[in-house]
Every structure is written in C-alpha cells, then in structure tokens.
C-alpha cells in the first residue's frame, strides 16, 4: 500500500510504501490507521503542528462491493482522545485511482492551502480564495476532479464538532474537521486513472458477492429512516433532550420514513453497492441534496421536538454546507432548547424555525453559536446546566438511550470514539434480550461481541449497513486471501478487529483518558425514565463498566 506523507509546515509531499507485513497484519481502515497513529508517538495537543490526520482505505476498496469507506483516524478536539470518522461515497475509491492508499496529514500550512493530487503526483496550492467558502462552494471549484474532500466554516472556526465533507458524505463525528481548520487544510482532491491492485484477483467472488447482497436491497428502499421501527416500541428513542424515551405514533409517523416519503425526489447511494440507500430531498432554497438519515433526522426532530420534515431537511443540508456532525449539533441545540426555558442561557430558543439560524450561527461561530461551537460539555461549563448536559467524555451522545438499552452505556462511555452509538450498536440484542437485557455479565458480554463485530467493517473498509448479508465476510477475507497473498478468515480478521480495540485505547491511555471520566451525566444516571419496572442507578453502570472491564483484561 502506497502512503502520501504531507508535511504543511515545509509544504512537502513524498510517497512511502507501507511494508507488506505491516499490512498483512493491520489490513487497513482503523487497525492500519491507528498502527500508523501510535507510530507517531501520539502525545500531542489536537489541534498543533505536531498532530497528524490520516486518510485510511484498505486493500478491498474498489475492487470488492461496498469496500468504498475512507475512514478518518486522528486525536479529537472534542476531548483530546483518540478518535476516528468514516464516510463512504466514491473519495476512497478515487483517492486509490489518484495513486495512494492513504495519505498522512502533519505539519501546518501559514496560509490556507489545498492538496491536489492527479495520477500520483501530489501537489499543495494556494487555497486563500477558498477560505471561508460552504462545502459546496468548494465541490463546484473542484467540479473536474473525480472526489473532493473538504472543511466548511466550521472547520476553520475550530468548532469542536466540525466534520469533514466528502463529496455528498461526511466524516463527521468528534471534531476531526477542526484539525484540518488548524492545519489551514481546505480540501483534498483527488483524480486519477491508475490501476487498483486486486482486481484481476478478485474477479470471480465478486457475482457470489453481489448475490449475497440481494438480500439487502429491499431494506435500501427506506434505509436507516426505519430504525424508529425498532427503537420507539422499545422505549429507547431520546424525546426533548433525553427527558422522555418514546413518542406516540401520531408524532413519530410526520418524522420517520412515512413523513419523508412524500419528499422524495430521487435515489442513489455509494459506489460499488447495489443497494442505494440514499435518498435525495429538496431543500426550501430549492435545491435536492443527499437527504437526512435516522440520526439527523432524531437530532433536529424528536430530540428538538420538532416535527416539521423540511426544517429537518434544511438543517441537514446546512450542517453539510458549514462541515458540521448534524448528530453533535442537533445535542448542543437540544440543551441550548432546556437551557434557554430554564432562564440560564442569554438566547429565547422558542421555536423550530430557529433550529436553520442557529446552525449558521454555529458555523460562523456568531452569537451565542460561538458558545454552543464548543460543544454541550464547554457550553454547560460557562453558563450551567451540566445536569442536562447528554455527552460522553465531552461527545454528545446519538439516538439511543442507553437507560433502556444498557448496552449502549458501553459503546458510549467505553467504545473507543466517545459517544458513539458505532462502538457497539447493541439495540436490537438489547432489546430482544428482554428483562435480562439489565444483567452487567450479559450486557457486557454482548457488548463486547457487537463491539468487535462493528469494528470488522472498518478495518476492511465495507459498509456497516450490508455486514449482515450472508456469506459477505467469509467472501471479503477470500478476496483479501488472493489481493495479499495471505491466508485470512472470518476468524482472522475478527483477531484483528479485536486488537484494533486494544490499539486504539493505548492511545487513549497514553493521552492521558481517564477511568473516573468513562462515565454519564445526572441526565442518563439519575433522571431516569427507564422502561417499565426498571429504573438505571449509576451503581448499576458502574458494575456494568466493572464486567467489561474484567471481560476485556483492562
């Protein structure tokens, strides 16, 4: 595998090969990057010269279905610990083309600059007349490249939640777009021509793959807006800033894929999969983007106790012009909402109409959007309300309340990226689980399986969405086999998943995370709606937090 190291401080660029066995062992995605990471001797502030931002695919990208995922692996400014984003889309694919596998950010540019790099030749410009422009501004500069991937004003303003843009896709979550705002990085774009290794090799998996896939197309007609199927009957869905768990069918119906429905304008998806998720809504400015998924559409929706699908739409949209993470920014608006009816914040947020204002304000860090750019944790610390505060370890939390699905404590508080829901999706086993979901040995132990499976994903660089398909894994660790001429399985690669996690959390550890701080605020451990005869104490999660512990050696 090919590396692009970019040093911003000398504006240099040179290729580097990663050694074979290095990728025989770390494959690529998350266990590559954060092999690479801690190389670096991650002991850095987020935000300096020193950092480094690295840009991940893996061996499958481009020649294996849904391998088509960059994942983003860096230090977050959100709490200073390891972290990482992923998106799918075409960069990954385009970046492979473009000559590199992966490319290495460090160093700090004096003024703004961009990197182009065409058939593997790397070059770092100017870019001043691109600073301050919307992601979208930037796509249309670099309309003749195959792939941009880009900050908004959000990352130049360093906002603690600013993402990254790919194209119609973000890597968003836990602030890694401010790094690239620190390092005066606008965008990388890519195009190129050049052969992907592995594809001759993996010609004839690739119909049993697509077969496999079948399956999954159906569920692709109404993607992840159905996940309210699940979590709403189950009393995990967070209502009005985690005060409430569930919302009655006549309100849930005008935000899930019954209200989106109608809005419809088109579908579409990533490359190299035939399930095309996405779906495509027109903005109130008339203009049809990439639409909202379940999180965003629970961020800016029940969590806001907004019920309006177009100012859900409209506020999707901003959050990918300014490079804002829309589940972060849907939190922070959520307690600026409780806060500003508690009398303790300067702002009367008083209506869903200002959800769209107030998230340029937050891009342009204007305003009270200033404050809120820092997250709940620093907005809560300068004017109160860190009761009701739903983060963990300074990362808000996503669209699921780990008061009736404990599992979710573990991928929140536990998981290497805070916060998120993607550590450990345990909602559905939770919930199927029924009154034994509360057991600390059973909620640790299936934690710790689902954490390990999410993670498989990212090392290969495949879609989470389609892992499930039958037979889909054991395919990829053939195609794998015959790119690296390495023996792989199923089993294997769950090896490297698993020591990925123990990766990752070294360099937590050596950055200084604490145990004492892997924990909740008074609202998810103390003003407990629960589900029916059960209630959560922090007594509870702290055994809980005590078996995973145990079950993974820490």
């Not at 190129?192 to 290794?197: F, R």
């Not at 969590?303 to 922070?332: F, H, Q, R, W």
């Not at 600390?440 to 390990?452: D, S």
């Amino acid at each position: 595998m090919r590396l692009l190291k970019v040093d911003l401080t000398s504006q240099e660029a040179w290729a580097e090969d990663i050694p074979k066995k290095t990728v025989e062992k770390h494959v690529g995605g998350r266990s590559l990057g954060s092999h690479l990471l801690l190389e670096t001797d991650p002991d850095y502030p987020p935000l300096s010269e020193e950092a480094h931002l690295l840009f991940m695919t893996s061996p499958l990208v481009g020649v294996f279905p849904c391998a088509n995922r960059t994942c983003v692996v860096g230090v977050s400014p959100a709490n200073g610990l390891y972290s990482f984003a992923n998106a799918g889309g075409k960069f990954a694919i385009a970046l492979r083309k473009a000559g590199f596998d992966a490319v290495d950010v460090f160093g700090a540019a004096k003024r703004p600059v961009y990197l182009s790099i065409i058939d593997g030749v790397p070059e770092i410009v100017s870019a001043g007349h691109l600073w301050g422009k919307t992601t979208g501004k930037v796509r249309q500069y670099f309309k003749n490249y195959s792939s941009v991937a880009c900050i908004g004003p959000a990352g130049e303003k360093l906002v603690k939640f600013a993402g990254i843009q790919m194209d119609e896709r973000s890597a968003a979550r836990t602030g890694l777009g401010s790094v690239l705002g620190y390092k005066k990085l606008k965008a990388i774009a890519v195009s190129g021509n050049q052969p992907i290794p592995g594809e001759e090799e993996v010609r004839e998996i690739i119909p049993k793959a697509m077969e496999s896939l079948k399956s999954m197309i159906p569920w692709g007609e109404v993607g992840t807006l159905d996940t309210t199927d699940l979590v709403n009957p189950g009393k995990c869905y967070p209502v009005n800033n985690y005060r409430e768990n569930h919302l009655p069918d006549e309100k849930l119906a005008r935000i899930d894929f019954r209200g989106f429905k109608p809005l419809v304008k088109g579908r579409g998806g990533c490359m190299l999969c035939p399930v095309q998720c996405a779906r495509d809504f027109e903005t109130s400015w008339k203009e049809v983007r990439d639409g909202p998924e379940y999180e965003t559409a629970w961020s800016f929706g029940a969590n806001l106790e907004n019920y309006d699908p177009k100012i859900i739409i409209d506020a999707n949209a901003l959050c990918d012009e300014y490079g804002l993470d829309t589940i972060s920014t849907g939190v922070v608006l959520a307690w600026l909402k409780e806060a500003s009816e508690k009398g303790i914040v300067p702002y009367d947020f008083n209506s869903a109409s200002q959800i769209t204002e107030l998230i340029k304000m937050i891009g342009r860090r204007e305003g009270i959007g200033d404050d809120l750019a820092e997250g709940v944790l620093g907005a809560s610390e300068k004017y109160g309300g860190k009761e009701f505060a739903v983060h963990a370890y300074g990362v808000e939390l996503a669209a699921y309340d780990p008061r009736s699905v404990p599992g979710m404590l573990i991928s929140y508080a536990l998981g290497s990226k805070k916060g998120s829901h993607l550590n450990a999706w345990t909602v559905a086993a939770d919930i199927k689980a029924g009154k034994k979901r509360f057991s600390p040995k059973e909620v640790a132990r299936r934690a710790n399986r689902i954490m390990v499976d999410n993670t498989i994903p990212d090392v290969l660089c495949i879609c989470r969405f389609v892992r499930d398909a039958e037979g889909l894994e054991a395919l990829a660790a053939q195609a794998l086999s015959r790119i690296l001429g390495k023996k792989y399985t199923s089993s294997s690669i769950r090896r490297i998943a698993d020591s990925t996690l123990e990766k990752e959390r070294e360099i937590s550890l050596l950055r200084g995370m604490e145990k004492e701080k892997e924990t909740f605020t008074e609202r998810i451990l103390s003003q407990d709606p629960g589900v029916e005869g059960h209630r959560l104490t922090e007594e509870e999660f702290e055994r809980i937090k005590e078996e995973f512990y145990r079950l993974r050696g820490w």
